[in-house]
């Protein structure tokens, strides 16, 4: 019967792809729309011949198609008549399976609901065997809090305390209710709480006679007693006014040993910033030694309670100490004249810049200690609170606090103060410092030396390296503000007032006046005119304003080197802040280089550029069209003209004498300055003569004269500037004007050309002997 079922399956399945393939081809018949009525004439009919032919040869494919699967149909049926047997054995299988799962269901219920009974009576025995516990310690609480307190074994009472507070009591009463122990628990209650209150009072008794009398182990005996007794406040309150009353013994003693210190002892102008420094050490070494006590029996996050009391007794002390401080120094006084000189720099007495000298390196030192002790009580609040095991919330509360405190305290405050009046009178200390640099300078004898510029760089790195001392980023920007702000006002206006001044060039020789100015000097006296000094003058403030830009650079490295190290834990908005202020000295430094080419270019127009105008117009007055004959008594003179070696000379003579009197720095640039100028106005004079063939070749060699002397006397590269006149040398040596083809384009590698092709041809026709025509036709 499933084989005749399978058979019927098949015959179905074949009908309907039959079906599907006939309801296929109406559609394609459909598809091609032949109007069978509407064909007219033979042509139309075989179209549509053709056309069902195409349908026919297509259906046949897809019928084809279709039997060729039919072994592929009758395989899958043949599968499923196999696995048919197993199918019903898996179906009983599935039944069986169920119902089993069923009734493993309803027994897990039943076993579950035991369980949570079995579980429920566990639990309250264990409550009652707990309460049980709990009854049994509170009697033994009870009678051994007695026994320990006439023993005055406050320890052990403190102990019993301790496990009779960690009790439920509302628990025990309950329990009490429920049983006939009522009167008896009750009873233990009140002997328990008046034990409490009878050795709160003992303790706090205690404590008290034990830090009057000094007894430092009864201390500490005593304050690990506290937290056994739910008083944890009461015991780090107590203790830690005891640890103040050490703080202020200590600080009163170094105070009056300050006070009575010899002013002649090494260490007597920083003998507060040492006092200051021996109280911050003290608070920070009973720190260090009671943090352990404290986290060990009143847990971590409890010493910024200990800190709070102690930072308000360090605030009493403080002040005390800068208040000695500033009368001993009479810092009041000084400040005060201070401030209003730098208001009014013209109204009042002037007072002594090395008077505030030795007071500064104290004021910065005393701030360094600050510091470093605001940094440790950081460090070691800021660790304890993490360590404790607390919510996110109270700790950022925490450290909240702790960050008030530091910055509220009565010692921030003070330093900020301090570092307010620091900062003016470094001002004040700078500023004078440097004009009496400047007007040292101004008196100095010798016009040819000057310590001006080391002077006053000197001084304004002592201030900056104090302000570094000081650990205080702000001070440091502050100062550093101070410093470009004087480089660029006052150091400025007295170089760039001199150099306006100009170089002189009366009707004196140059070279003259610089050689009568150093014999003079050297036999020991200055017998020059006002011309000659104003010159030497001059030349120095070159030198100066050379050495300016220098020492410029340099401080700035090292500033950007010793800020790092002064400031290894500075945060990010401190570190730019630091390279704001460093990066402002660029900018400064920008100002005496413009001013130093000012000054340079100048000396170049004064003093070179009239011997090269006079011997530029020789030059165009030569002439340039050379004979053999003329050219041989060239070769036989060192291969130059006359007057090229006058050039040389007088040349040679005027750089000689500035080499004396300029840096190696600025002598180069003069040389660069005199080798630009040259070669502009040669160039020009160049383009307005006319050269035969000797006479360009005779113009090559004196054009390498002059670059090979020029070379010789700087480290500096001159060649490159005489490019442009070297190539129109080559030009003017060319045989013939096709010759130009050779070198323009031979290799690129070789020469890179200067000269434009327009500025080529204009070249070539400065040879009288080449054919405008020819010119005309080279292609470059």
């Given at each position: ?15 309907q ?5 006939a309801d296929e ?33 297509k ?25 048919l ?12 399976l ?9 027994l897990?219920e ?8 079995l ?19 509170l ?10 307190l006439?023993?005055?074994?406050y ?8 496990r ?58 005593f ?14 309150k107590?203790f ?27 260490r007597?102008n920083?003998?507060?910033?040492d ?9 920070a ?18 010493l ?10 360090c ?5 005390k ?11 009041a006084n ?17 007072l002594?810049?090395?008077e505030l ?5 104290e ?23 993490e ?11 925490q ?15 003070a ?16 500023c ?14 010798n ?10 760089f ?8 104090r ?7 702000d001070?440091?920007?502050a100062?550093?503000?101070?410093t ?26 140059l070279?003259?006046?610089i ?26 403030t ?25 400031f290894?834990n ?18 400064v ?20 550029t ?11 007055s ?6 053999e004959?003329?050219?041989?008594q ?5 291969g ?14 005027t ?6 009197s ?12 005199l ?9 020009k ?8 063939r ?7 060699k ?16 001159i ?9 129109i ?25 200067r000269?434009?092709?327009t500025e080529?041809?204009?070249a ?17």
């Amino acid at each position: 019967m499933a084989r005749s079922r399978l058979t019927y399956n098949y015959d179905y399945e074949a009908k309907q792809t039959a079906n599907a393939f006939a309801d296929e081809n109406r559609t394609t018949d459909t598809s091609t729309n032949i109007d069978f009525a509407g064909l007219k004439n033979l042509d139309d009919v075989i179209s549509a011949y053709n056309e069902i032919c195409r349908e026919e040869d297509k259906a046949k494919k897809e019928l084809e198609n279709l039997l060729n699967q039919q072994p592929h149909l009758e395989a899958k049926v043949m599968s499923l008549q196999r696995m048919l047997p197993n199918l019903q054995l898996v179906h009983t299988d599935a039944k069986q399976l169920s119902s089993m799962v069923a009734f493993t269901s309803t027994l897990a219920e039943n076993i579950s609901s035991k369980v949570r009974q079995l579980d429920l009576g566990k639990s309250r025995v264990s409550e009652c065997m707990q309460r049980v516990e709990d009854i049994l310690d509170l009697k033994f609480c009870t009678d051994g809090v007695s026994t320990a307190l006439e023993n005055e074994d406050y320890e052990q009472a403190a102990a019993h305390i301790h496990r009779f507070l960690s009790l439920d009591e509302s628990v025990l009463r309950r329990s009490a209710a429920d049983s006939n122990e009522g009167s008896s628990l009750e009873e233990a209650f009140s002997r328990l709480h008046e034990a409490e209150f009878k050795l709160k009072t003992i303790v706090m008794q205690k404590f008290d006679k034990a830090v009057c009398d000094g007894d430092v182990a009864s201390v500490e005996r005593f304050f690990k007693t506290f937290p056994l007794l739910n008083q944890h406040t009461e015991g780090l309150k107590k203790f830690s006014t005891y640890l103040c009353s050490q703080v202020t013994e200590a600080a009163q003693g170094n105070l009056k040993s300050a006070q009575s210190s010899d002013p002649n002892e090494k260490r007597a102008n920083v003998i507060y910033a040492d006092t200051l420094t021996l109280l911050f050490e003290s608070i920070a070494r009973i720190v260090e030694i009671h943090q352990p006590l404290v986290e060990t029996y009143y847990g971590h996050g409890r010493l910024l309670s200990v800190i709070e009391i102690l930072q308000k007794e360090c605030d009493r002390q403080v002040k005390k100490i800068l208040d000695d401080f500033k009368l001993n120094r009479r810092f009041a006084n000084k400040a005060a004249v201070v401030a209003k000189l730098v208001e009014n720099p013209n109204e009042g007495e002037k007072l002594d810049p090395r008077e505030l000298d030795v007071l500064l390196t104290e004021m910065t030192l005393i701030n360094t200690r600050a510091e470093l002790y605001m940094r440790f009580i950081r460090r070691r609040v800021s660790g304890d609170i993490e360590v404790a095991s607390q919510e996110e919330d109270v700790k950022q509360e925490q450290l909240k606090r702790l960050s008030v405190l530091i910055k509220d305290c009565e010692l921030s405050r003070a330093m900020q103060e301090l570092v307010g009046i620091y900062i003016t009178m470094e001002k004040y200390f700078m500023c004078e410092s440097v004009s009496k640099a400047i007007i040292l300078d101004r008196k100095e004898e010798n016009p040819q030396t000057s310590n001006m510029v080391d002077d006053v760089f000197f001084i304004l790195k002592k201030c900056i390296r104090r302000s570094l001392s000081s650990s205080s980023v702000d001070c440091v920007c502050a100062m550093l503000n101070h410093t470009c702000s004087l480089l660029e006002e006052t150091f400025f206006d007295v170089l760039n007032g001199r150099i306006r001044q100009g170089f002189p060039s009366g009707g004196i020789d140059l070279a003259q006046t610089i050689n009568v100015i150093q014999s003079s000097l050297q036999q020991g006296r200055l017998q020059a005119s006002d011309t000659e000094k104003a010159r030497a003058v001059y030349l120095k403030t070159l030198d100066n304003a050379e050495m300016a830009c220098e020492y410029i650079r340099m401080l700035r490295r090292k500033l950007e080197e010793e800020a790092s190290k002064s400031f290894p834990n500075s945060t990010e908005q401190e570190k730019a802040k630091l390279e704001s202020g460093i990066s402002d000295l660029s900018s400064v430094t920008t100002k005496f280089q413009l001013i130093l080419n000012t000054g340079m270019t100048e000396l170049c127009e004064k003093a070179v550029t009239p011997c090269i105008e006079t011997w530029v117009e020789k030059f165009k007055s030569t002439n340039h069209e050379v004979s053999e004959e003329k050219f041989s008594q060239y070769e036989a003179n060192d291969g130059l003209r006359s007057f090229i070696q006058d050039f040389i000379m007088k040349i040679d003579e005027t750089l000689n004498s500035f080499k004396v009197s300029l840096s190696s720095s600025n002598y180069d640039v003069l040389v660069s300055l005199l080798a630009t100028e040259l070669t502009k106005q040669l160039e020009k004079a160049v383009l307005e003569c006319k050269f035969n063939r000797l006479g360009g070749l005779q113009f090559d060699k004196e054009l390498r004269a002059l670059v090979t002397y020029l070379t010789s006397i700087t480290t500096w590269t001159i060649r490159d500037k005489f490019a442009r006149l070297t190539q129109i040398a080559t030009i003017l040596n060319l045989e013939r004007v096709n010759e130009i083809l050779d070198i323009w384009g031979s290799d690129p590698g070789s020469l890179t050309w200067r000269l434009t092709p327009t500025e080529v041809r204009t070249a070539l026709k400065l040879r009288v002997d080449f054919k405008k025509e020819d010119i005309k036709k080279l292609k470059l």
